[in-house]
């Protein structure tokens, strides 16, 4: 099974400054690749996602994402935070033969400091 | 278009009753799936509907969970015998045919056993 690995549970920044949360995922043949947003008491939403194509992603809200294959990663990052940014982010994938079941790293949250 | 819909948003219950979760998905979405989120942690899979196939149950904690989909479309997530360790955020999500499109989620139920 494919696991996801996300570093850091917590991440703070201040605003105005870059975040990076970080996702690194198990397999050895690339999977799909998603960014999932979740605000307090609202299920998940899709921030961006990795299929085929272009490595760098951009998604909503500014953020953007970069698959890289040989460090088996696939990293958010976004210029400058906003207040606004302040959730629970997750990453997750599903497998390319199926694309049935998906897997998500633990979470982190983001906290945005004035 | 309506997105995923779930009732209730909110449900206490007494430890040993049994309770159901409803999910409505997106209108045409053929696949289905229910997660439980706990306090603090990230998404654990517990069951996957798709199309008329037999449902992939690898995720149920135990026999005390079932869920069904009636007409390929709503899906009910049953808890028998509820325990205080099965208070959490059930969260439903759907998805289209297409392998590379992503889960669009539910605002989730909040399930409080006393």
């Known amino acids: 099974a494919q696991s996801v690995t996300q570093l850091g549970s917590h991440v703070s920044v201040s605003e105005g400054a870059l975040v990076l949360l970080r996702c690194n995922y198990s397999?050895?043949?690339?999977?799909?690749l998603f960014w999932y947003v979740q605000y307090p008491n609202q299920g998940l939403q899709l921030l961006l996602k990795y299929t085929t194509g272009a490595t760098l992603v951009k998604g909503i809200n500014g953020f953007e994402a970069e698959f890289k294959k040989s460090e088996t990663s696939f990293h958010l990052t976004k210029p400058s935070a906003h207040m606004s940014d302040a959730a629970e982010y997750f990453c997750?994938?599903?497998?390319?033969?199926?694309?049935?079941?998906?897997?998500f790293g633990t979470g982190t949250s983001l906290t945005v400091i004035p | 278009g309506a997105g995923v819909s779930q009732s209730p948003s909110n449900k206490v219950t007494e430890k040993g009753k049994d309770v159901e979760l409803r999910c409505d998905p997106i209108?045409?979405?053929?696949?289905l799936y229910w997660y439980r989120q706990s306090l603090g942690q990230g998404l654990e899979f517990l069951i996957y509907f798709q199309g008329n196939s037999a449902p992939d149950k690898s995720g149920l904690p135990s026999d005390r969970f079932s869920a069904e989909r009636t007409g390929g479309s709503v899906s009910t997530l049953t808890i028998q015998r509820t325990q205080q360790e099965d208070s959490a955020v059930y969260l439903c999500?759907?998805?289209?045919?297409?392998?590379?499109?992503?889960?669009?989620f539910g605002p989730g139920t909040r399930l409080t056993v006393l």
């Open positions: 209108s045409g979405h053929t696949a």
């Open positions: 397999s050895s043949v690339p999977p799909y």
């Open positions: 999500a759907s998805r289209s045919d297409s392998l590379t499109d992503t889960q669009y």
């Open positions: 997750a994938v599903s497998d390319r033969s199926t694309g049935n079941q998906f897997y």
